[in-house]
């Protein structure tokens, strides 16, 4: 049986975890767990007041283990890489990463600094690059795990190589879809090319179902899409940011898990409940597609991942 509660997480003394987004909603309950059960969780947000308020509100837990913030803005590639030189810097190894920050559905179509479109590059390019980056940490862990937080809307995905950008017209749940098949079709090459090379690293993939967090306030805002969303917010249908966290919480620690696992709810197909396995569109096994996305998303954040041992270029 996997992990239920956060009673049930291993003793995670001297254990080293980052979480991005973790300064609300997911990340912050994610985060609280992790150092409930001893790990020093580095919490990696953009904003450092939000950042401080996070580190109270998990202090006033009485956690085992600590916490810290690095601001890192996902929506800027310098940034991401000033923030996991700093992390380099500081630390010797990391044995969990949550991608968990996320962009959903805003209505217009905005970029990020680097002029990507903001949900394919804040939820997949970002994370892609900042995993690169931190892979010598990772890889001095001996046994690290990659958490990348996925999403129901993978099912609707598509990964449209003629307009990534969405350039061409902009669908906002479409291209929320895309980037979050995105983050699964990238545990699977990271999964894959950690076993052909010896990274030890296990590649996880989660999605909370449907958990009440700020979120689609954040994206869509008032209209269609946020009004469909407020309908399922209701506890009927959907639940708690920490319960959403659970599935996270599995991937990243639980000892029964394995490489290219994907974890979600197991009631209300996928809304909600406790975790389980869960069923990965079909589109996320397609080996030829995640390939060739992994090589067009070094070139766009010029990260590249090693394909031996050695230092990352």
């Not at 999605?207 to 209701?234: C, K, Q, S, W, Y």
Request: glycine share 10%; aromatic share 6%; charged share 20%.
């Amino acid at each position: 049986m996997p992990i239920t509660s956060p009673a049930e997480i291993p003793n995670l003394s001297g254990k080293l975890a980052a979480v991005t987004g973790a300064t609300g909603g997911l990340g912050i309950e994610a985060a609280r767990m992790l150092s409930g059960a001893g790990a020093h969780v580095v919490l990696i947000g953009r904003n450092a007041d939000k950042g401080a308020e996070a580190i109270r509100t998990i202090a006033a837990t009485n956690p085992k283990g600590t916490v810290a913030f690095e601001q890192i803005d996902l929506a800027d590639l310098a940034d991401v890489a000033a923030g996991a030189a700093r992390l380099s810097a500081e630390y010797d190894h990391l044995d969990i990463l949550i991608n968990n920050a996320g962009v959903m559905a805003p209505r217009e179509r905005k970029t990020t600094k680097d002029g990507f479109e903001l949900q394919f590059g804040t939820n997949h390019l970002a994370h892609f690059a900042l995993t690169g980056r931190l892979l010598p940490l990772l890889q001095k862990s001996g046994n690290a795990r990659v958490v990348s937080v996925a999403s129901l809307a993978a099912m609707f995905g598509k990964i449209d190589f003629d307009d990534l950008e969405a350039q061409r017209g902009y669908d906002a749940m479409r291209v929320y879809g895309q980037s979050k098949l995105a983050n699964l079709l990238f545990t699977e090459e990271l999964g894959r090319r950690s076993l052909r090379n010896d990274w030890n690293i296990t590649a996880v993939a989660a999605h909370p179902g449907l958990a009440r967090t700020d979120l689609v306030a954040n994206g869509p805002g008032e209209g269609g899409i946020a009004g469909v969303f407020g309908m399922l917010l209701n506890p009927i249908f959907s639940h708690s940011a920490a319960e959403g966290a659970l599935p996270l919480i599995v991937a990243a620690t639980d000892p029964n898990v394995s490489n290219g696992d994907y974890w979600g709810p197991k009631d209300w197909m996928g809304l909600k409940g406790k975790p389980a396995k869960a069923k990965p569109p079909k589109a996320a096994a397609d080996a030829d597609v995640a390939r060739r996305l992994w090589e067009k998303s070094e070139h766009l954040t010029k990260v590249s991942y090693p394909e031996s041992s050695g230092d990352l270029t």
